[in-house]
């Protein structure tokens, strides 16, 4: 579990899983910048943990090695939240700490906020008010869970402030950021890896030489039955007939494709499989992609940020400014309509959007003044 070492007052930091990792590096730099906070101690969950990315995604993004790593590994969602809960528990004890910061919606996110508020801990939730309305997504449960524990909760978008409203959160405890996904995009965008690069490096050198597009697939409403699987890569192989696509697949995404036996339905010509990709190598295969295939949220996000034509598979998203202002167009798994697009961007270059509001790379600082101001303002709690 790493050095539980006792640190009163300090600002726990949790991570769990890859899109944790974007959202707290900025975090991370803007809290430790400032002499008027706490010390930032990082704890990782384990949520989520590859061994061939872990290392290469802390190296990217310039974010120290966790102080402090809880190993839980995968498991259910009532195994995997119960098992962050018991291990994260002591850390609490040993650091009696000022806040617990969490980012996201992954099942750590909840649980560490679980655990804090049950100790009296205030809770800072980063990327709060986001909503798909969609209960059947269990990180839209872990979203309205934790907003509802949360003390402050720092948002990307006006909308979220609606949707708290809603759920009776007072405003007073929101404060509206910007995104600190973008704040990551912005200050790594210069070092990211040139997609030729990337492409020849996977043994793929000259494909989609020209254009092409970038596929990441991992939602269970798409990968984890077969019909929808199957659907889905229909659609891939269809669009690669008309633009190349690379294919960078989560390894949940690969052992479903081999389980149902579907791994013919890649077998084309103009379809590059890639491993999971570091950062810097995903944000230069999208940078330069003529559209983007996705049903991650993050990816919604960076393709807005990148004026990249982003379409999202899915039939909702809790990120509704990337469709309104952005780049994004949710399409489901409609055959028809995909291609229609696809035609679309070929021959016009597509939507390109606008960058939303305090999209500007200055979320995390905001948020660091932000805390640091409403930290000095609160009693100082007894056990301090």
Same mark, same amino acid.
């Given at each position: 579990?790493?050095?539980?070492?006792?640190?009163?007052?300090?600002?726990?930091?949790?991570?769990?899983?890859?899109?944790?990792?974007?959202?707290?590096?900025?975090?991370?730099?803007?809290?430790?910048?400032?002499?008027?906070?706490?010390?930032?101690?990082?704890?990782?969950?384990?949520?989520?943990?590859?061994?061939?990315?872990?290392?290469?995604?802390?190296?990217?993004?310039?974010?120290?090695?966790?102080?402090?790593?809880?190993?839980?590994?995968?498991?259910?969602?009532?195994?995997?939240?119960?098992?962050?809960?018991?291990?994260?528990?002591?850390?609490?004890?040993?650091?009696?700490?000022?806040?617990?910061?969490?980012?996201?919606?992954?099942?750590?996110?909840?649980?560490?906020?679980?655990?804090?508020?049950?100790?009296?801990?205030?809770?800072?939730?980063?990327?709060?008010?986001?909503?798909?309305?969609?209960?059947?997504?269990?990180?839209?449960?872990?979203?309205?869970?934790?907003?509802?524990?949360?003390?402050?909760?720092?948002?990307?978008?006006?909308?979220?402030?609606?949707?708290?409203?809603?759920?009776?959160?007072?405003?007073?405890?929101?404060?509206?950021?910007?995104?600190?996904?973008?704040?990551?995009?912005?200050?790594?965008?210069?070092?990211?890896?040139?997609?030729?690069?990337?492409?020849?490096?996977?043994?793929?050198?000259?494909?989609?030489?020209?254009?092409?597009?970038?596929?990441?697939?991992?939602?269970?409403?798409?990968?984890? *039955?077969?019909? @929808? $699987?199957?659907?889905?890569?229909?659609? /891939? &192989? =269809?669009?690669? %007939? +008309?633009?190349?696509? #690379?294919?960078?697949?989560?390894?949940?995404?690969?052992?479903?494709?081999?389980?149902?036996?579907?791994?013919?339905?890649?077998?084309?010509?103009?379809?590059?499989?890639?491993?999971?990709?570091?950062?810097?190598?995903?944000?230069?295969?999208?940078?330069?992609?003529?559209?983007?295939?996705?049903?991650?949220?993050?990816?919604?996000? *960076?393709?807005? @940020? $990148?004026?990249?034509?982003?379409?999202? /598979? &899915? =039939?909702?998203? %809790? +990120?509704?400014?990337? #469709?309104?202002?952005?780049?994004?167009?949710?399409?489901?798994?409609?055959?028809?309509?995909?291609?229609?697009?696809?035609?679309?961007?070929?021959?016009?270059?597509?939507?390109?959007?606008?960058?939303?509001?305090?999209?500007?790379?200055?979320?995390?600082?905001?948020?660091?003044?932000?805390?640091?101001?409403?930290?000095?303002?609160?009693?100082?709690?007894?056990?301090?």
């Amino acid at each position: 579990m790493g050095n539980l070492r006792d640190n009163p007052g300090a600002l726990l930091c949790v991570v769990g899983a890859r899109p944790n990792y974007m959202k707290m590096a900025p975090l991370l730099r803007a809290f430790r910048s400032r002499a008027d906070l706490p010390p930032a101690v990082l704890v990782h969950t384990g949520q989520h943990y590859d061994p061939m990315l872990n290392g290469r995604l802390f190296d990217d993004l310039a974010l120290p090695r966790p102080d402090i790593n809880l190993e839980v590994g995968s498991g259910t969602h009532a195994v995997q939240t119960a098992e962050v809960m018991r291990r994260f528990e002591p850390v609490v004890d040993a650091h009696r700490p000022s806040c617990v910061v969490v980012v996201g919606d992954v099942n750590s996110t909840l649980a560490c906020s679980l655990v804090a508020v049950k100790k009296a801990v205030p809770v800072a939730h980063v990327e709060a008010g986001l909503r798909s309305f969609d209960r059947a997504m269990p990180e839209e449960i872990n979203r309205v869970l934790t907003d509802q524990l949360s003390d402050l909760l720092y948002t990307t978008e006006r909308t979220a402030h609606d949707n708290l409203a809603r759920e009776g959160i007072p405003a007073e405890r929101m404060h509206f950021a910007g995104n600190v996904m973008i704040d990551s995009l912005l200050f790594h965008k210069d070092r990211a890896v040139p997609a030729a690069q990337t492409l020849a490096c996977a043994g793929k050198a000259g494909f989609g030489a020209e254009r092409y597009g970038v596929v990441t697939l991992h939602r269970p409403s798409n990968v984890d *039955e077969p019909e @929808a $699987l199957r659907a889905s890569l229909g659609i /891939l &192989r =269809e669009v690669s %007939e +008309r633009l190349p696509l #690379v294919c960078a697949l989560h390894p949940r995404t690969v052992a479903r494709i081999e389980a149902f036996g579907f791994a013919d339905l890649l077998q084309a010509g103009r379809i590059a499989l890639l491993p999971p990709q570091g950062y810097l190598e995903m944000l230069g295969l999208m940078a330069d992609a003529t559209l983007v295939l996705t049903d991650s949220g993050g990816i919604q996000e *960076e393709t807005t @940020a $990148l004026s990249v034509p982003c379409l999202t /598979l &899915r =039939e909702n998203t %809790e +990120r509704p400014i990337t #469709v309104e202002q952005g780049t994004n167009t949710l399409v489901g798994r409609d055959r028809a309509l995909i291609m229609r697009l696809v035609e679309e961007i070929v021959a016009t270059g597509g939507k390109r959007g606008r960058t939303p509001e305090l999209w500007d790379g200055r979320a995390a600082e905001r948020i660091a003044g932000h805390l640091a101001g409403w930290l000095a303002a609160r009693p100082v709690p007894l056990h301090a």
